[in-house]
Nanobody, 124 residues
Framework: QVQLVESGGGLVQAGGSLRVSCAAS????????MGWFRQAPGKEREFVAA????????RYADSVKGRFTISRGNIDYTVYLQMNSLKPEDTAVYYC?????????????????WGPGTQVTVSS
């Protein structure tokens, strides 16, 4: 049974930092990429960042470049998102996802499995 679990969300003031984590289990992809997406109330789910496990290639949305950093954990299927200089517009539910293959895609449809999400709220 495939399971992804996010953790580390919470409430932070604008300008602050937060790190969210994701751990997946039950997967058997030979190569894979993991990504972070977010969805704010009334908005569509949007890409945040992704990383290819094999070579560590990363990809970021323009809105978070220079502020967020995605990284791999030491254990397979673990990924982190370090978020600095947070803004109120970063407030959303953050979702972790995994896809087969080495391409860190920004398209939600490419991802096979998703976590339930973790709430990140940035106060002004």
């Amino acid at each position: 049974q495939v399971q992804l679990v996010e953790s580390g969300g919470g409430l932070v003031q604008a300008g602050g930092s937060l790190r969210v984590s994701c751990a997946a289990s039950g997967l058997t992809f030979s190569t894979y990429s993991m990504g972070w997406f977010r969805q704010a109330p009334g908005k569509e789910r949007e890409f945040v960042a992704a990383i290819s496990w094999a070579g560590g290639t990363t990809r970021y949305a323009d809105s978070v470049k220079g502020r967020f950093t995605i990284s791999r954990g030491n254990i397979d299927y673990t990924v982190y998102l370090q978020m600095n200089s947070l803004k109120p517009e970063d407030t959303a539910v953050y979702y972790c996802a995994v896809k087969p293959g080495v391409s860190p895609s920004n398209a939600p449809l490419m991802y096979s499995y998703w976590g339930p999400g973790t709430q990140v709220t940035v106060s002004s």
